[in-house]
């Protein structure tokens, strides 16, 4: 057996999606404990320009005043750095194109800022293209064409989480570097929309993305009474499916959200709110696995299910690191 506790304190740490509260000073103890190196960190989900503006300012405000444990992400090397120097590195990211409105010369703006993942739709659809949860998908829009071309020069990974199936196909085969699903489990594990499809795994895979498994447990087989080990398995499923070079961790970890919060995720735009919010709340996360701190049980279960030290290390964090390092510029 490995020593699975030492082997992650080693290891490179990516959570390839993360949505919690960063007013919570309880975050940020919880990325420490867990001994994360890096996140991608959502500063847009709704909002539009002025407000995802006002988010990435209170970003920068942050890397100011928590200097000693955090530490701003732009290229590859910056998560190296972030873990000799044991701070957790944030890269920002959008769950949603809307904050670049019509202006496709915004991504230049947003990537100069610091935004290295933009996820093109969420949920329902937008300029570019249609979202998973969209009555109909008819596929990327011109503009969206347009938006893939330009994220691909500036070298903005492209994120495909919370697109819907035809979209997801064109963005995968436009594309001229490989992209991401940041945090999605396979809809052949577990049948919900949000999780994705074998054709758009394996497309994925074949042009050199990455998946980060899901721990949200609405899309978990055992739901909201899922455990670490039933995450693992969603973990595992993927690797039998696609790769171990293709498989990371993306947790769509929610800590100190107030309710009010998952009520705005689940309206029509950020808008239109529903009657009932088809999530409960508090949010149920798996147990073993509610915060940042439990990751380093991730890789004991790894451990238990037989996976190599190289192969854990690959999962924690190294696939995504190689994916940053081809696309990123």
């Known amino acids: 057996m490995t020593d699975a506790k030492t082997l992650y304190y080693d290891a490179i740490v990516i959570d390839g999606l993360n949505v919690s509260n960063w007013d919570s000073p309880a975050v940020y103890t919880s990325l420490r404990a867990g001994g ?14 002025e407000a995802t503006m006002d988010n990435i300012a209170g970003w920068l405000q942050r890397f100011r005043q928590r200097s000693d444990a955090l530490l701003q ?74 938006a893939i071309r330009e994220m691909n020069r500036l070298g903005i990974l492209i994120d495909l989480s919370h697109v819907g199936d035809r979209t997801t196909l064109e963005a995968i085969e436009h594309s001229e570097q490989p992209v991401a699903f940041t945090h999605a489990n396979a809809r052949a594990y577990y049948d919900h929309v949000r ?46 499916r696609i790769g171990i070079d293709h498989v990371g961790i993306g947790t769509d970890f929610t800590q100190d959200q107030p309710k009010a919060f998952f009520d705005w995720l689940f309206a029509y735009q950020g808008t239109v709110y529903r009657d009932k919010n088809p999530l409960p709340y508090p949010m149920p996360q798996p147990a073993g696995l509610e915060t940042p701190a439990d990751l380093p049980h991730i890789a004991e279960e790894l451990d238990k299910r037989g996976y190599a030290p190289a192969d854990i290390r690959k999962i924690l964090g190294e696939n995504w690191l190689r994916l940053f390092r081809q696309v990123w510029r």
Not at 36 to 49: L, P, R, S
């Open 195 to 240: 999780n994705k499809t074998d054709e758009t795994l394996k497309l994925l895979a074949q042009k050199g993305g990455v998946v980060g498994a899901n721990s949200f447990a609405l899309f978990l087989r055992q739901g909201y009474r899922s455990t670490i080990a039933n995450y693992t398995e969603a973990v595992d499923d993927l690797v039998q």
């Open 73 to 146: 992400i732009r290229a590859p090397d910056d998560i190296l750095r972030a873990k000799e120097e044991g701070k957790a590195g944030i890269f920002l990211g959008f769950q949603n194109a809307n904050p670049i409105g019509n202006r496709l010369e915004r991504l230049a703006l947003f990537h100069a800022l610091g935004v290295r993942v933009i996820q093109l739709t969420y949920n329902e659809r937008n300029l570019l293209g249609n979202g998973c949860y969209e009555r109909y998908d008819e596929g990327l829009s011109h503009f969206g064409l347009e």
């Open 36 to 49: 994360v190196t890096a996140i991608n960190a959502t500063v847009a989900v709704w909002e539009g320009f």
